[in-house]
């Protein structure tokens, strides 16, 4: 009973290729969202979506490119994959209508390593 | 612009010592201040948040957190340590542009507890 699940839980890969990192949330959020942790453990918001519809969209190369079929999910293609993307990419969803300060509830990660 | 900063890269602390991880904030307006916790290669926890009202709140794991409206701060404290609360933990803040959250991380505080 998974709340945000995330596959694949590991992601290799040589540069230049495109992959795509899947995310399912079980809560009934309307919100999801892309984070990118660094080897510094540095997060940075990269993209959210609000029932569908794109709301947060930060500086990031127009090679990644995220996909919200349903409220439920929030996947992030990334093209022509290059070194300086490995990272590990965190999935997460809040419920915003209707309720202050909501928390986020966080994926376990993928960890993406471009060789 | 909405900022955190966490001062302290690493806490190291005596278990059963009461502890404290550091944390200061910026927003033009009123804000919404959170701790998360994440343990190794796992996404982040929520563990207590600050939107309006008593000064002190309470979380999860015995933790709490302190607002101080005019040092800005919202220090996470704990009154004994236990060696598994090391981990890495995170202050963030949040604001609304356009009518939906946008949330700052700080750079993270590794916790070391020392049996």
């Known amino acids: 009973d998974t709340a945000v699940s995330q596959t694949p839980k590991y992601l290799v890969t040589q540069m230049g290729n495109d992959k795509s990192i899947k995310c399912e949330q079980n809560?009934?959020?309307?919100?999801m969202y892309w984070y990118k942790q660094d080897s510094k453990k540095f997060l940075k918001i990269m993209f959210s979506?609000?029932?569908?519809?794109?709301?947060i969209n930060e500086t990031v190369p127009n090679r990644f490119s995220p996909k919200s079929p349903d409220k439920a999910h929030l996947n992030l293609h990334i093209n022509s994959l290059e070194l300086g993307d490995s990272a590990v990419y965190f999935c997460?969803?809040?419920?915003?209508?209707?309720?202050?300060?909501?928390?986020?509830?966080f994926g376990n990660g993928t960890r993406l390593t471009v060789t | 612009a909405q900022s955190v900063a966490q001062p302290e890269d690493q806490v190291n602390v005596a278990e059963g010592n009461p502890l404290t991880v550091k944390c200061t904030y910026s927003v033009s307006g009123n804000p919404y201040l959170f701790w998360y916790v994440q343990y190794p290669n796992r996404g982040l926890q929520f563990l207590l948040k600050?939107?309006?009202?008593?000064?002190l709140v309470k979380g999860s794991y015995g933790f709490e957190a302190e607002f101080n409206k005019s040092q800005t701060s919202f220090h996470l404290k704990k009154p004994s340590a236990l060696v598994s609360d090391s981990a890495l933990y995170f202050c963030?803040?949040?604001?609304?542009?356009?009518?939906?959250?946008?949330?700052?991380f700080g750079t993270g505080t590794k916790l070391q507890v020392i049996p």
């Open positions: 963030a803040v949040r604001e609304k542009p356009g009518g939906y959250q946008k949330v700052t």
């Open positions: 979506y609000n029932n569908k519809e794109l709301i």
């Open positions: 997460a969803s809040s419920q915003e209508s209707g309720f202050q300060g909501s928390p986020l509830h």
């Open positions: 600050y939107i309006t009202g008593d000064n």
């Open positions: 809560l009934g959020h309307d919100t």
